[in-house]
């Protein structure tokens, strides 16, 4: 039985991050200053060169070693520990994203602006239908 162990594919790694980053192709290339079909030969190659993964790691907002060494498994255990070692504990806000102003008042205070703008829209047309 070997032990051989699976040749990183830069390539694929790039392609999946830019997919959980929502980024297109397109985008990419736009960023690094090339085209689409440049990005989509990059994402089925296992090396690049240095300098463009350097590009792309920086657009992509990531580190190059970030590029050469993610795994799936590693995201999904980051964001389990992440769950895990919450400690929102069924609040809705969790404990630190408390309103520092009631959300009541700030609706008040848009109706007031809504009421003034829509007087101050009906004297501007009383006065173009006075002039007339």
């Known amino acids: 039985m070997s032990t051989a162990i699976k040749p990183k594919h830069i390539g694929r790694n790039i392609s999946r991050i830019r997919e959980l980053r ?67 504990q069924g609040q809705i806000n969790g404990p630190n994203n408390n309103c520092t102003f009631n959300p009541l008042d700030k609706v008040v205070e848009l109706y007031e602006r809504l009421v003034q703008s829509e007087k101050e829209k009906v004297e501007y047309l009383e006065k173009l239908l006075k002039g007339k």
């Open 22 to 88: 929502g980024m297109k192709q397109e985008a990419l290339a736009q960023a690094i200053g090339s085209n689409q079909q440049a990005i989509s030969g990059i994402e089925g190659s296992e090396e690049v060169d240095p300098k463009k993964l350097a590009e792309i790691a920086k657009a992509l907002g990531v580190t190059v070693e970030a590029l050469e060494n993610f795994s799936e498994e590693s995201v999904f255990s980051y964001f389990n520990s992440f769950y895990d070692n919450s400690t929102n």
